[in-house]
């Protein structure tokens, strides 16, 4: 069985990158996960965090190897030297632009196959939706790790120092 990449921005990790990770160590020997340092975008936790976050999520499983990069994926994937990219499809709406990037990481590398997985129960489910709706105080335990509901919290609503009040 070959091994596989799963790449994404991971800000973060939720429990339906977790379910596609889960099924595609169906299919595959191994799965890189990995981290994407986008320069262009602001993400909420750094890239330390964020591969802390997905080691400890996926700690139980020795056949996820959690690695991050930078620049184009067809390029991280030649030097891993890996052919396989997964992926996840929550919805229509997700596959047109999947096939579009799927199309033009062949045409930059010509052995690469993208495999495509259905989400499951957190079809619904985006890291932008989850930072969205923890902003704003809900509880989105249950949509991902504790420890990420936790992180989560610790960031939109730090603990105050204590003020001694006398």
């Given at each position: 069985m070959p091994i596989a990449i799963y790449a994404g921005s991971f800000d973060p990790i939720t429990n339906g990158?977790?379910?596609?990770?889960?099924?595609g160590l169906v299919a595959f020997e191994k799965i890189i996960v990995a981290v994407l340092i986008n320069p262009g975008k602001t993400p909420l936790f750094s890239v330390d965090e964020r591969f802390k976050m997905i080691s400890d999520a996926l700690s139980n499983e020795p056949r996820i190897e959690v690695d991050c990069f930078d620049g184009l994926l067809v390029d991280y994937a030649r030097r891993r030297n890996v052919q396989v990219v997964l992926r996840g499809l929550r919805a229509v709406a997700d596959f047109e632009h999947e096939l579009k990037m799927a199309n033009m990481n062949r045409h930059l590398y010509q052995e690469m196959e993208t495999v495509f997985?259905?989400?499951?129960?957190?079809f619904y489910v985006s890291s932008s939706l989850i930072k969205e709706a923890a902003s704003l105080g809900g509880?989105?335990?249950?949509?991902?790790?504790?420890?990420?509901?936790?992180?989560?919290r610790e960031k939109f609503f730090p603990q105050e120092p204590c003020q001694n009040k006398e």
């Open positions: 990158h977790i379910s596609i990770i889960r099924s997985i259905m989400a499951n129960d957190y509880d989105v335990l249950g949509m991902v790790p504790k420890a990420v509901a936790q992180k989560l």
